[in-house]
Every structure is written in structure tokens, then in C-alpha cells.
């Protein structure tokens, strides 16, 4: 019900733009997360949005999150990506206010690889 895209190969400083597009219900009344996972790491929360953004420490300046309405889908742009940004990034809902615990989340999708080379 969660589709991720947009994920890719960047050279440090470069910019990308996460898509989630969800289906088979209105996430209107949903706060929207990304969180990502590094390899051998935990799965941490980078974004979230219901009415207000929030942001991780790490991200903040950097990342940006929308979400449009009308298409069902939120968005990430990340600017000035680091090495240290790379990870499998996905996107997740839940009922309610955002939360930076993933275990409140209930609605994942499949992630979207998210590679930054120096």
C-alpha cells in the first residue's frame, strides 16, 4: 500500500527526491514517516509529517518532507547528501500525530536504496 521510489546512486553534495505514493486508502488522517536503515544498523527515523514537519537532528537543513493531498503521496528531498546518508530509506504511516518510534508505525513499504559516494 506504500510504494517507495527514487532512490539512486549520488556523488556527495548532490540532491535527490524520494517518492511515496500510498494506495488502497486515503492517508489523509495518517502521519507520514521515512526512516532509513545502514547495513548492520537499526532502522532510525528521518522524517515525518501529519501537519508540521519533523525532522531528525542529522537531516535538519538538508532533508525536506511534503506530502500532496490530492496524489496520495509524500515526498523527501534531500540536499547536500553525505556518505553517511546512505542507507535503504522507507516509507511508513500511522494513525494519528508523527512519532520518531518506528514501532508505532504499522504501514511500511519496501524501501528505496539510497547510495552516496564521495
Known amino acids: 500500500q506504500l510504494e517507495e521510489s527514487g532512490g539512486g546512486l549520488v556523488q556527495a553534495g548532490g540532491s535527490l527526491r524520494l517518492s511515496c505514493a500510498a494506495s488502497?486508502?486515503?492517508?489523509?488522517?495518517?502521519?507520514m514517516g521515512w526512516f532509513r536503515q545502514a547495513p548492520g544498523k537499526e532502522r532510525d527515523f528521518v522524517s515525518g509529517?501529519?501537519?508540521?514537519?519533523v525532522y531528525a537532528d542529522s537531516v535538519k537543513g538538508r532533508f525536506t518532507i511534503s506530502r500532496e493531498y490530492a496524489k496520495n503521496t509524500v515526498y523527501l528531498q534531500m540536499n547536500s547528501l553525505k556518505p553517511e546518508d546512505t542507507a535503504v530509506y522507507y516509507c511508513?504511516?500511522?494513525?494519528?500525530?508523527?512519532?520518531?518510534?518506528?514501532?508505532?508505525?504499522?504501514?511500511w513499504g519496501q524501501g528505496t536504496q539510497v547510495t552516496v559516494f564521495s
Open positions: 511508513a504511516a500511522r494513525p494519528g500525530v508523527t512519532t520518531a518510534n518506528r514501532d508505532d508505525y504499522d504501514v
Open positions: 509529517i501529519r501537519w508540521n514537519p
Open positions: 488502497g486508502r486515503t492517508f489523509s488522517s495518517y502521519a
